[in-house]
T-cell receptor, first 113, second 116 residues
Framework: DQQVKQNSPSLSVQEGRISILNCDYT??????FLWYKKYPAEGPTFLIS?????DKNEDGRFTVFLNKSAKHLSLHIVPSQPGDSAVYFC????????????FGPGTRLSVLP | GAVVSQHPSRVICKSGTSVKIECRSL??????MFWYRQFPKQSLMLMAT?????????EQGVEKDKFLINHASLTLSTLTVTSAHPEDSSFYIC????????????FGNGTRLTVT
């Protein structure tokens, strides 16, 4: 049973436009969410996070939105750049699950020049 | 920012031999580290939670005698793949949390293991 879902396995966006990556979760106890970016043969890199007491967090070109009632979060990248092409993982933390996070299956973003 | 170093980045070994992978937190202490395995085009699969000074906690289906984890200090955890077989070939990644509460996981750069 997948607790964190990323229903789009891939997404293609034109350079300069907005990329929107979506993530849904089922466990209402999740209280902290993160987005990671991963290039092939490298470990994931932390991008941005949001705690459940907020509904938006912004860091440069990256903004994460959280809709707790819908159990949905999204990552917006604007403007998208070719270097943003990577796999993006959504992750959620459950305080009852120790220090680890539950990861979604990832979305492969391709930013076309 | 917090840095997690993983070594080696690539290793090729023969079937039946053992391989040790190291995971170090460089600028913070980590009482807990995590080991993952990633299959091609799939997400990260948590294998085990490494606890400093105590036994690791393995996820269901992960053989503890095959994947030996040692967390001897607050900055070092090791994963040893014993009696490796070709099906153990994979990308192994470690991570650690730099703080408590709302703090992110930081990942090593992964180790590509190929068993011939």
């Amino acid at each position: 049973d997948q607790q964190v879902k990323q229903n789009s396995p891939s997404l293609s966006v034109q350079e300069g436009r907005i990329s929107i990556l979506n993530c849904d979760y089922t466990n209402s106890m999740f209280d902290y969410f993160l987005w990671y970016k991963k290039y092939p043969a490298e470990g994931p890199t932390f991008l941005i996070s949001i705690s459940s007491i907020k509904d938006k967090n912004e860091d440069g070109r990256f903004t994460v939105f959280l809709n707790k009632s819908a159990k949905h979060l999204s990552l917006h990248i604007v403007p998208s750049q070719p270097g943003d092409s990577a796999v993006y993982f959504c992750a959620a933390s459950d305080p009852d699950y120790g220090q680890n996070f539950v990861f979604g299956p990832g979305t492969r973003l391709s930013v076309l020049p | 920012g917090a840095v997690v170093s993983q070594h080696p980045s690539r290793v090729i070994c023969k079937s039946g031999t053992s391989v040790k992978i190291e995971c170090r937190s460089l600028d913070f202490q980590a009482t807990t580290m995590f080991w993952y395995r990633q299959f091609p085009k799939q997400s990260l699969m948590l294998m085990a939670t490494s606890n400093e000074g105590s036994k690791a906690t393995y996820e269901q289906g992960v053989e503890k005698d095959k994947f030996l984890i040692n967390h001897a200090s607050l900055t070092l955890s090791t994963l040893t793949v014993t009696s490796a077989h070709p099906e153990d070939s994979s990308f192994y990644i470690c991570s650690a949390r730099s703080g408590t509460g709302v703090s992110p996981l930081h990942f090593g750069n992964g180790t590509r293991l190929t068993v011939t």
